[in-house]
């Protein structure tokens, strides 16, 4: 079982920070500990600050892994001006090479089908480089995904999305997969 903390408690929110905010916290709490307590109840500060630099660790690992701001917009416009054939081929290896067992579908309102540890998600990415993502293109991927039973939904958009899509996305928990999630995705992508 993978421990995911809540998006809005304080160690979710760490996590979505530099790295250096939790190693500021776990510093303060030691020197904190130090400067207030007797020698002996140090180890309170040194306790306490575990979590945190623990957090910072974990959010320094995901800021390696981060493609920069250049490396993203080259990957969006390269994406952008490929064919359907190679952007999807493309998609397909960055999902193989994360450990997904990937299989192509004919439409239908979604393109891939991921299977992981017995978890499925349906990936909806032929509309990929379109310039504004409707509700009706989301609407098509929760209905397949309703049909095939999947787990998960994620839709690939290099372009806006417009606010209904966004709120009927998060009314029945499809992700957007954007040009940062993509970069990611196709790190290892010459372009």
Known sequence: MKF???????????????????????????????????????????????????????????????????????????????PWPAFSNAVQAGFERDGCQ??????????????????IALVSADRWKAARTGIDAVQRLQAARERRAAHEAIYIALGEISAPAREYAAAHDI???TAPDLARLLRDWKT
């Open 102 to 119: 990937v299989e192509r579908l004919n439409g239908g309102g979604a393109n891939f089908a991921l299977t992981k540890d017995g978890h």
């Open 4 to 82: 995911k903390p809540s998006r809005d408690s304080i160690f979710g929110v760490l996590l979505r920070s530099p790295w250096w905010m939790s190693a500021g916290i776990a510093t303060v709490l030691i020197i904190g500990a130090v400067a207030a307590l007797p020698r002996e109840y140090w180890a309170i500060g040194v306790f306490a600050s575990i979590p945190f630099v623990v957090i910072a660790v974990l959010a320094g690992m995901r800021g390696l892994r981060t493609p920069s701001p250049a490396r993203v917009q080259a990957i969006a416009a390269a994406a952008a001006a490929m």
């Open 175 to 177: 992700s957007f997969m």
